[in-house]
C-alpha cells in the first residue's frame, strides 16, 4: 500500500535498488576466482584449437581449405588471443566510465556497490584474458593507434546511454561468441574455462547494461536519442573490426596480404557476425537507437 503513494520518480529508484541487490546476491553467489580457477600450469597442448574454428575469420574460405590442421589450430589460438586483448582494451575503458559514471553517488545506495562489483569483475577478467594471451602464446595485440585514441575520447566524453550501450554490444558480441567457444571439446580446456567464467559474470553486467541505458533514455528528445545512436554505432564498428588484429595471420604463419583479402570476404563468417548480433539489434531497435546513419555503420560493421 504505501508504495502506491510514491511519486513515480521514487518508486523508480526503489525498482533500480532491487535489481542492483539481486545482482549483489547473484554475484555473491556465483562468481569465480580466474587465478584458482584456470589450469594455468599445464603446458599448452597445440592439439587443441584456441576457438570453434567456425569462429576464424578464414573459415570456409579456399585458403582454410589449404591450411594444415596445425596451423588451422594456431591461427584460432591467434584470433582468440586477439579477441581477450580486445577484451582487455575496452574493459579499461568501461571501468573508467562506470567509476566516472558513480564518482559523486551515495555510497550507501546498491547501485553504486553494484557498480564497483562489476569494476571488479573486469579487474579480474582483463587479467584472465591477459594470462590466457600470453599461455596461448600470442603477443599483446592492440587495435590500431587511431582507434586507441578515438577509445580514449570515447571513455572520456561518452556518458549515459551511449557509454552504457556501448558497454552492452562488446558484451553481447563476445557473449555469443564464446557460448559456442565453452562447449567445444577442440578448444583448449583453460580457453573454454576462461570462455565459461566470462560468459556467466558478464550476464549480470548485461542486465545492468540494458537497464542504465533504458533508464537514461527515458526523458531523451529525439535529437538527442539522434545523436547517441550515432555514438555508439561508431563505437560497435571499432570494437568489432578491432577484434581480429591484421598481425594475426603473420603469427600464425600466413600470408598477411592474402588472409586479409579472404577473410574481408568471407561471407560465411559475416552471417555468423549477423547472427550473433539479432538479440543486440532487437533491443537496441526497441529502445529506438537503429537510426539510419546508425544502421549504415551497422551493416558496414557486417553486424546487421
Not at 18 to 43: F, G, I, N, Q
Request: include cysteine.
Amino acid at each position: 500500500m504505501a508504495s502506491s503513494t510514491l511519486r513515480p520518480e521514487d518508486q523508480d529508484r526503489l525498482d533500480e535498488q532491487d535489481v542492483a541487490r539481486r545482482l549483489l546476491d547473484s554475484s555473491a553467489k556465483l562468481s569465480y576466482d580466474p587465478v584458482t580457477e584456470v589450469d594455468w600450469d599445464t603446458p599448452l597442448d597445440k592439439d587443441f584449437h584456441g576457438a570453434s574454428p567456425e569462429w576464424s575469420t578464414l573459415y570456409g574460405t579456399a585458403y582454410w581449405n589449404e591450411l594444415t590442421d596445425a596451423q588451422r589450430k594456431e591461427l584460432t589460438r591467434q584470433e582468440a588471443a586477439s579477441v581477450a586483448s580486445t577484451g582487455i582494451w575496452f574493459e579499461m575503458i568501461l571501468q573508467q566510465m562506470v567509476l566516472r559514471d558513480i564518482y559523486t553517488t551515495d555510497a550507501t545506495d546498491p547501485r553504486f556497490q553494484w557498480a564497483l562489483t562489476e569494476i571488479a569483475d573486469e579487474c579480474r577478467h582483463s587479467i584472465m584474458f591477459a594470462r590466457g594471451a600470453a599461455k596461448l602464446g600470442a603477443p599483446a595485440y592492440r587495435p590500431r593507434r587511431a582507434v586507441v585514441e578515438l577509445g580514449r575520447a570515447f571513455k572520456t566524453l561518452a556518458f549515459g546511454e551511449a557509454a552504457y550501450a556501448a558497454i552492452l554490444v562488446a558484451e553481447e558480441v563476445l557473449d555469443v561468441m564464446q557460448r559456442d567457444w565453452m562447449r567445444d571439446e577442440r578448444v583448449a580446456p583453460f580457453v573454454r574455462t576462461i570462455n565459461n567464467i566470462h560468459v556467466v559474470e558478464e550476464s549480470r553486467h548485461m542486465k545492468f547494461a540494458r537497464d542504465e541505458t533504458r533508464k537514461r533514455l527515458r526523458h531523451a528528445g529525439p535529437l538527442r536519442r539522434q545523436l547517441n545512436a550515432f555514438v555508439i554505432a561508431v563505437a560497435s564498428y571499432f570494437i568489432v573490426t578491432s577484434m581480429v588484429n591484421r598481425k594475426v595471420y603473420e603469427n600464425a604463419g600466413l600470408d598477411t596480404r592474402r588472409a586479409l583479402a579472404e577473410a574481408g570476404s568471407n561471407e560465411h563468417h559475416k552471417s555468423l557476425m549477423r547472427s550473433s548480433c539479432s538479440g543486440l539489434m532487437e533491443f537496441l531497435a526497441s529502445a529506438r537507437l537503429l537510426t539510419k546513419p546508425a544502421l549504415a555503420l551497422y551493416k558496414r560493421a557486417n553486424l546487421i
